[in-house]
């Protein structure tokens, strides 16, 4: 069975970096086609991608976030890092992280149960 | 970037109707489409990958239709239960995209 669940701060104050833990079991990120996404969602907003990072440690990035996050896998761990730079109020959200796989065109078909950060000093 | 472009907003059936959301592709998406339901303060749910299949554990009820850029989702005898947001996304390019969302209100 897999399952996620993100860790990381609930408050951190303008311009400060925020880093959150994806922690996972059920599968090893090592696994050829395998990837975990983070996901947000601001409060009463929709949702929106922000990153990703696959079984071979190929990343991407939301091209409007990209100067600002950075994502690692310890697969030692069964971890996920995702980190955010330079947090401004319109940072405040519900953070995701989700499993997806190849042999599903990479839906995201397991999902932690979010982690709400807020930015305020 | 994709754009991803859901219909309606919100809608307001009643128990026992069928409604259809739509998810239109500014590109060529083939079957890179998803569809998830959220239910207040709850994770989104996978609900159908690949345009048309139902993920394990979905109820019947829901299905996906659609190839290229227009994609619908269909919740025949809707239940109470299906109150909720639903988001379509796209895993064809990267960065993926999500719909804004459609609210159903039962």
């Known amino acids: 069975q897999i399952t996620l669940k993100e860790f990381g701060p609930t408050l951190v104050k303008p311009t400060q970096t925020l880093t959150l833990t994806c922690s996972f079991s059920?599968?090893?990120?090592?696994?050829?086609?395998?990837?975990v996404a983070w996901i947000r969602q601001p409060p009463g907003r929709a949702l929106e991608w922000l990153a990703l990072v696959y079984w071979d440690n190929d990343k991407r990035f939301s091209p409007s976030l990209e100067s600002r996050l950075t994502i690692t896998k310890d697969t030692s761990r069964n971890q996920v890092v995702l980190t955010l730079t330079n947090m401004g109020p319109e940072d405040t959200a519900t953070y995701y992280c989700a499993h997806a796989e190849y042999d599903w065109n990479y839906a995201m078909d397991v999902w932690g149960p979010g982690t709400t950060v807020t930015v305020s000093s | 970037d994709i754009q991803m472009t859901q219909s309606p907003f919100s809608l307001s059936p009643s128990v026992g109707d069928s409604v259809t959301i739509t998810c239109q592709a500014s590109q060529n998406i083939g079957e890179y489409l998803h569809w998830y339901q959220q239910k207040g303060g709850q994770a989104p749910k996978l609900l159908i990958y690949s345009a048309s299949n139902l993920q394990s554990g979905v109820p019947s009820r829901f299905s996906g239709r659609g190839t290229g850029t227009y994609f619908t989702l269909t919740i025949n005898n809707l239940q109470p239960e299906d109150f909720g947001i639903y988001y379509c996304q796209e895993s064809y390019i990267i960065p993926w995209t999500l719909g804004q969302g459609t609210k159903v209100e039962v």
């Open positions: 059920g599968f090893s990120l090592n696994t050829s086609g395998l990837a």
